[in-house]
């Protein structure tokens, strides 16, 4: 056993809320889940806390890991914010405090002794250790019970070294996030059979809340607009 594999994620209800974090460990012929939840917490803090908690697991002869992770949060921070934190005495560049400084420390320190082969992969497109990580996260993070798994890797139920995803999925994903940075051009709301457009999303949804039956839709340009129009007559 030369290298361990890892696959980690945190979720948090509401962000901040209830949430937990969830990783699996492959060490050759033997495979670790562990996880745990916390009563408020964020995204974040919990993606973090996954990587902190799964590289104590790693034994201290191991010094070479890889980790597949969908935080961007995680990934930039451990391989490039961190540096000017620690640089600046844990203040980032405004002179706030880091938030999370103390779990982020624990990385640092942890960081040390091993190499870190980071894979910043997409949420939830089918990658089999990811996903579970996910349900582990989720699950602890709604005050589930878990039936963590320590054992031979040929009796675990998921084959994690499959790490193909669903790349149509992964896309569409990326399209969507990407929509919703784009400042709104307008939103187009239809109720009761009336459609009216909203320079605001106040103004849309103070129409649609509450209501049964209704369509709204986000325009990021003039083109767009009259198409949802369309598409809502």
């Not at 002869?61 to 000017?84: C, H, L, N, P, R």
């Not at 649609?208 to 003039?222: E, L, P």
């Amino acid at each position: 056993m030369k290298t361990v594999t890892i696959f980690t994620d945190g979720a948090a209800k509401g962000n901040p809320g209830p949430g937990g974090y969830g990783a699996v460990l492959s060490f050759g012929d033997r495979v670790l889940e562990i996880g745990e939840g916390k009563v408020l917490t964020t995204n974040n803090e919990m993606e973090l806390r996954a990587v902190v908690e799964a590289l104590k697991q790693v034994p201290a002869e191991i010094k070479k890991v890889s980790i597949y992770t969908d935080s961007k949060y995680v990934v930039q921070g451990a391989t490039s914010w961190i540096f000017g934190w620690m640089k600046n005495g844990w203040q980032t560049k405004v002179g706030g405090d880091v938030l999370h400084r103390e779990v982020w420390q624990e990385l640092a320190a942890l960081l040390k002794k091993v190499q870190v082969d980071w894979h910043k992969v997409p949420g939830h497109v089918g990658i089999i250790g990811n996903e579970r990580a996910d349900s582990i996260a989720s699950d602890l993070g709604e005050g589930k019970s878990v039936n963590f798994y320590d054992g031979l890797r040929t009796s675990y139920g998921y084959e994690i070294e499959n790490v193909s995803y669903d790349e149509e999925k992964a896309a569409q994903r990326s399209d969507a996030r990407k929509r919703q940075s784009i400042k709104a051009y307008s939103y187009v709301s239809k109720v009761d059979g009336v459609t009216e457009t909203h320079q605001t999303w106040k103004e849309c949804e103070e129409r649609v809340k509450g209501k049964s039956g209704v369509r709204f839709k986000k325009a990021i340009s003039a083109e767009e607009e009259k198409t949802i129009i369309a598409d809502f007559s």
